[in-house]
């Protein structure tokens, strides 16, 4: 399909298909390279820091406190490295940490959500890799076991992932199919066309305007233009290098993302952690076809409200035809039928200009509503993720015999909207949409089987659940599939 | 009739008003001040009566029901399987007045159950029914 051939990194299944995977018994410490990668980032820093404290004029140069320092700092990370350590007992996983504060860490295998790869870009140079098994629930209850050579890694992962699924550890990672590449070219003009091309081009046109009737605008505001594009190129490029050489494929346990340019990440999704999924058509992809396609996913919220589990959003596609869209829609919501349907033309009044996208319907298994004019965006919300359903209607509604209904799923903006229905509509949908929310509950707590499925589903609890038993009775739920 | 304490308040406030006029200026603007405040308290309270009918709660088998707002009006259901916590709060004013608010939280933020003027022992008991309910229906995530 006139795809560039992209570096094969991390194909489990057939690369390590040749010796079988060994998962230690005894306690093992990792590489001994980890401290390196560990604390290399932040001690190189800090040397070029005092390197050029040490330049600046009138310094006598590097001094002994700040020698100290640095070698108490490189200590530290050899020490941490050689007190951490780590085995599998039956079908657990351990890694003990910390000399001082001994830290204990067990994952049941068994509640593992997934088992990831992780290679940041010191790692890669040094061969190394991360394995990373995700728990669900917060991020603390992730078991890291960095770093490990990189064909190792390759084949504890496969082992961990074997266990974990009940299998001997020495039956290898199911093999999973390719979905999309996305090809780097289109990364990069969609980086441009998003970020900095618009803006800068506004930008210029303003600053034309501007010019022409008071020259000394000029030097300002193109001074404030350079910044404004360099911070804007800086965004741009970081997106850019994240999603590098995006390849989305479709295991047994769930959706495998992989991705970057210097560090790189292979994820995987598990589908019953897909809380909603949204398709954005900003005004300059419409032309071209493109789109891009975003998970909501149930996990730990970085800083918010520690007693909620709330999702956090995950590029499934960042920039991706429709047909490479739709494709990957049928594999995340395999029945997303639903009626669109129109609010009727008096919305026309409460939104004049998202009428014309504005759509919404409810269908067996989901339901969909697409919204904005510049930015068009379809929101899938499987109705047995929805969490409550809420029903407004403002002075100017009412007037118009409008209502609108959200259906919520779990995070902080993850709902699908039914915006401006006609009041009976709503009447109608606050009916019947709980009982069928209920119903399409009921039914996804039965395993589905679904196409290449061996043992798909897995059910999970926070394995970290000990740290997490200061807080209420049924607060975190075993999220089901 | 819970909420009529802002309009409660707010005599209050109109009284301590009226003294320290009349003592800075006299008896006639006192008097004004009264009457003024007087006429302000019986709108406020009439807006807070109606606020306060608008609030309004259901139990039913699967879900309860909230409903709220004068100007916009709402109406939220949230399933007791999606509820993770169920907090009850009683500020100093609440207190005061022996109740308490019941909120309820899902895993969705924009999810608002907040059941604010209910009498403690109230609040006590639909604390218990919801925590009972959702544990027996927990859906997960």
């Known amino acids: 399909m006139g795809r560039p051939a992209l570096p094969e990194f991390e194909l489990s299944g057939r690369e390590q298909g040749e010796a079988a995977a060994r998962l230690p018994r005894t306690w093992q410490r990792f590489h001994p390279l980890s401290p390196v990668v560990r604390m290399g980032p932040s001690l190189s820093g800090l040397v070029l820091v005092l390197a050029a404290a040490a330049a600046l004029p009138g310094q006598t140069g590097i001094s002994t406190s700040d020698l100290v320092v640095l070698g108490v700092i490189a200590l530290t990370g050899v020490v941490s490295w050689a007190v951490t350590r780590w085995r599998v007992d039956g079908d657990t996983l351990r890694v003990e940490s910390g000399l001082i504060r001994r830290q204990s860490l067990q994952v049941p295998l068994s509640r593992a959500q997934a088992v990831d790869l992780v290679e940041p870009l010191l790692a890669r140079v040094l061969g190394l890799a991360e394995v990373r098994v995700r728990t669900g629930g917060a991020s603390r209850g992730d078991a890291r076991l960095c770093y490990l050579r990189r064909s190792d890694a390759v084949q504890v992962r496969a082992a ?106 292979a994820e995987t999704v598990p589908r019953g952690r897909i809380q909603a999924v949204r398709m954005v058509e900003p005004l300059w992809f419409r032309p071209l076809g493109w789109c891009r396609l975003e998970l909501h996913l149930a996990g730990g919220v970085k800083g918010g409200n520690r007693h909620q589990s709330g999702s956090l959003r995950r590029a499934l596609l960042p920039v991706g035809s429709l047909t490479d869209a739709e494709l990957l829609l049928g594999r995340v919501l395999p029945d997303r039928r639903a009626e669109l349907t129109r609010p009727p033309r008096r919305a026309m009044l409460r939104a004049p200009l998202s009428y014309h996208f504005l759509r919404a319907g409810v269908g067996d298994y989901c339901a969909v509503a697409v919204s904005g004019r510049i930015r068009r965006e379809t929101v899938w919300v499987p109705l047995a993720k929805a969490q409550s359903l809420r029903a407004a209607q403002g002075p100017i509604q009412r007037s118009l015999g409008l209502a609108s209904v959200h259906l919520d799923a779990a995070g902080q903006r993850t709902r699908a909207t039914f915006l401006d229905r006609a009041a009976p509509e709503a009447v109608q949908l606050l009916d019947r949409l709980p009982g069928r929310c209920a119903a ?23 394995a970290g659940k000990a740290q997490e038993d200061l807080l209420a009775a049924g607060d975190q739920p075993p999220p089901g599939a | 009739m819970r909420r009529a304490e802002v309009g409660l308040a707010a005599l209050g406030l109109g009284v301590l008003g009226a003294v320290v006029s009349e003592i800075e200026v006299g008896l006639g603007v006192a008097a004004a001040v009264v009457g003024g405040v007087l006429v302000v308290a019986m709108l406020a309270e009439g807006f807070v009566s109606r606020r306060y009918r608008s609030w309004g709660y259901l139990e039913r088998d699967d879900d309860l029901l909230i409903r709220r707002g004068v100007l916009i009006k709402r109406l939220s259901v949230v399933p007791y399987g999606r509820m993770q916590f169920v907090d009850v709060t009683a500020g100093l004013v609440e207190r005061l007045f022996g109740i308490a608010t019941v909120r309820l939280h899902t895993a969705a933020a924009a999810t608002d159950a907040r059941l604010p003027g209910l009498a403690v022992l109230e609040a006590a008991r639909l604390r218990e029914q919801l925590t009972s309910l959702g544990e027996a229906r927990a859906a997960g995530i």
């Open chain 1, 160 to 265: 961990l992932l074997a266990v974990a699924h009940g299998l001997h550890e020495a039956v290898p990672a199911p093999p999973e199919e390719r979905l999309v590449v996305v090809p780097n070219r289109r990364l990069i003009a969609a980086g441009c066309l998003t970020g900095v091309i618009p803006v800068s081009l506004g930008a210029l046109v303003a600053l034309g305007v501007l010019g022409w009737t008071e020259p000394a605008v000029l030097v300002a505001g193109g001074s404030g233009m350079f910044v404004t594009f360099v911070t804007m190129s800086l965004a741009a490029w970081r997106r850019i290098s994240m999603e590098w050489s995006f390849t989305v494929a479709e295991a047994p346990d769930g959706l495998r993302i992989r991705s970057g340019l210097l560090g790189r990440a």
């Open chain 1, 440 to 462: 399409a509950r009921n039914s996804a707590k039965r395993p589905v089987p679904t196409t290449g499925t061996t043992a798909g589903n897995v059910k999970s609890t926070t």
